[in-house]
């Protein structure tokens, strides 16, 4: 009989992961600087990452996208990752998590 795919664990690994890759600008994870609005898992263990940049131009952009897709990808029961890259709504600092709106002294 197949395992059952815990789906709320898997989430809180791809979260842990998510925070481990910086924006290259702000001395912050993409995760707590808000930049990843959802993580959806589907019955099959594929992953859909929507997220977002800090500019629609930023020269990083690329590099973080592919980052994203790579190290989610690497996680263990993922079975695929497809990254969705938006700007609606656009990216603002009322995205920031509590935590780092202090540490940046925004708070």
Known sequence: M???LDKEALKERIVG???TIYDPEIPVNIYDLGLIYNVDIDDDANVHIL???TAPDCPEAEYMFQEVRQMVAALKDVKSVNVELTFNPP???VNLSDEVKLELGLM
């Open 91 to 93: 990216w603002d600092y």
């Open 17 to 19: 992961c998510l925070r």
């Open 51 to 53: 997220m977002t940049m």
């Open 2 to 4: 197949p395992m059952l």
